[in-house]
């Protein structure tokens, strides 16, 4: 699945113009090397969203293309 993809599925970003945007300005990264748009994302990967004077760290726990709001957060682990 493609990072922005999932990063709108699992509402970690709200919208998927968002995820992409933040994916060109380098503010997304798998499994520590910055990220594309359109870069894959599998199952056991790190996900580092840096936002402004912080950031988050997520292991994918799954994939889906349909998730209801209240399991969008069962696609991820919050990691430190």
């Given amino acids: ?4 993809k999932f ?4 509402r970690l970003i709200k919208r998927r113009t968002v995820a992409k945007e933040a994916c060109e300005q380098g503010r997304i ?3 520590g090397k910055p990220s594309k748009p359109g870069s ?5 990967d790190i996900i580092t969203v ?5 950031e988050i760290k997520a292991r994918v726990k799954s994939l ?3 998730v209801k709001k ?7 682990e919050i990691i430190d």
């Fill in 1 to 4: 699945m493609r990072i922005d």
């Fill in 7 to 10: 990063l709108k599925i699992s």
């Fill in 29 to 31: 990264y798998i499994n």
């Fill in 40 to 44: 894959e994302v599998k199952v056991g």
């Fill in 50 to 54: 840096a936002f402004s004077g912080s």
């Fill in 64 to 66: 889906s293309e349909h």
């Fill in 70 to 76: 209240d399991e969008a957060s069962d696609m991820y």
